[in-house]
């Protein structure tokens, strides 16, 4: 069965500091891995998407790793501000056969001031 | 455009009530998605259609009624819901349905069934 695991559950941190999240995948064969943000109450943005030959990708603040032998991707934020407060979702596509991909549970993440 | 827009933003129902919500894109995408979030969970997908065709449908309730009336719009009617049908509903496009395909997601309908 496939999975996306995410750690960790919840995370906090003070404004302008960095943080990493991690996303441990079992979806086979690899098609892509996307990571999106979610403000509380809004659908989820995409920030990055990358296939099986891409280790980084980066969107302004936020670099996205992966590493496909060990099916793990992490999630750095670079600068913390306010607005970085969301939930972050891990999600993995299987390659080929119909569209159904596998979500992450997410990494809430809170920025204070 | 790169908008996927949803109405109503917010819906309270009975559980007698028939309902509708709408989901409309103009970025030229023919597969779209309608997901269920339930507080602190990752999206469930519902149904997908593709090229106008319902293409999947993930063993969801009869009370659930997708509909897709153009490339433009998707629908999901709903009718006789249960309290625990109360969640986030989530459209979404993407270009063909590809699984490469970034899917763009709309901002949701809260809906509470009373």
């Known amino acids: 069965k496939n999975q996306v695991e995410q750690s960790p559950q919840s995370l906090i941190i003070l404004e302008g500091k960095n943080c990493t999240l991690q996303?441990?995948?079992?979806?086979?064969?690899?098609?892509?891995l996307r990571w999106y943000k979610q403000d509380t109450g809004r659908g989820p943005v995409s920030l990055t998407i990358?296939?099986?030959?891409?280790n980084t990708k980066s969107n302004g603040r936020y670099t996205a790793t992966l590493d496909a032998d060990t099916k793990q991707s992490s999630l750095h934020i670079t600068a913390s501000q306010l607005s970085d407060s969301a939930s972050y979702i891990c999600?993995?596509?299987?390659?080929?056969?119909?569209?159904?991909?596998?979500f992450g549970r997410g990494t809430s993440l809170i920025v204070h001031p | 455009d790169t908008e996927v827009t949803q109405t109503p933003k917010h819906l309270v129902m009975g559980m007698t009530n028939k309902k509708s919500l709408k989901c409309e894109q103009h970025?030229?995408?023919?597969?779209m998605y309608w997901y269920k979030q339930k507080a602190k969970k990752p999206p469930e997908l519902m149904f997908v259609?593709?090229?106008?065709?319902?293409?999947i449908n993930e063993s969801v309730p009869s009370r659930f009624s997708p509909e897709c009336p153009n490339s433009s719009l998707l629908n999901l009617h709903l009718h006789a819901l249960q309290p625990e049908d109360s969640a986030l509903y989530l459209c979404?496009?993407?270009?063909?349905?590809?699984?490469?395909?970034?899917?763009?997601f709309g901002p949701g309908t809260r809906l509470l069934v009373l």
């Open positions: 970025m030229g995408h023919r597969a």
């Open positions: 990358m296939t099986f030959s891409e």
């Open positions: 999600v993995v596509s299987e390659y080929g056969g119909s569209y159904i991909p596998t």
């Open positions: 979404a496009s993407s270009p063909s349905g590809g699984h490469q395909e970034t899917q763009y």
């Open positions: 259609y593709s090229y106008e065709k319902l293409s």
């Open positions: 996303c441990n995948y079992t979806v086979s064969p690899f098609s892509n």
